[in-house]
């Protein structure tokens, strides 16, 4: 059983992620909407597209650099998010993307690195940020359940300043 749910494991995650994509485009808020369309549009719909195309995976081949490339934008995505929704999840799946582009800085750096340890540290991330989003989404879905819809964004205080000094 466990060999079966390795060989389909990616395949199974890229469903949840889509499955989890249509609840949250139907129910979620603002911030959930973002973050499950930077996992999507960052990590699942270009492996397909380098599957299609022959292209390599994200650790090994000739275009291994565009991964570290999307990683990069994910993580960019994923800290504009944090930093302005009223979620404090958000944070911990930007904390993740950044062990993924750490790993990609590694396997640059240092040619001894075991590629298992490295496709563990590039992909293991992207399982628990899903399961953050997922558990973002019904932490938002029961907090609206039991007091109403309530701000999905944070707002500057009116008498705060553009620029500190």
Not at 95 to 102: D, N, P, S
Not at 141 to 157: H, K, L, N, S, T
């Amino acid at each position: 059983m466990l060999e079966l749910i390795n060989i389909y494991r990616a395949d199974l995650q890229h469903i949840a992620s889509v499955l989890l994509a249509l609840a949250i485009w139907r129910w979620g808020g603002g911030p959930e909407r973002w973050l499950i369309g930077i996992f999507i549009g960052t990590m699942v719909l270009p492996i397909y597209a380098s599957g299609l195309l022959g292209l390599g995976g994200p650790i090994e081949g000739a275009l291994a650099w565009l991964f570290l490339v999307l990683d990069l934008l994910a993580a960019a995505g994923f800290v504009i998010v944090a930093i302005n929704a009223n979620r404090i999840y958000p944070l911990w799946i930007a904390g993740f993307q950044l062990v993924a582009i750490c790993a990609h800085m590694i396997k640059g750096m240092v040619d001894g690195v075991s590629p298992l340890a490295i496709a563990i540290l590039v992909i293991g991330p992207s399982y628990f940020q899903l399961l953050l989003i997922f558990a973002g989404f019904l932490r938002h879905r029961r907090r609206e359940q039991r007091f109403g819809p309530y701000r999905d964004w944070r707002i500057a205080r009116p008498d705060a300043p553009a620029f500190p000094n």
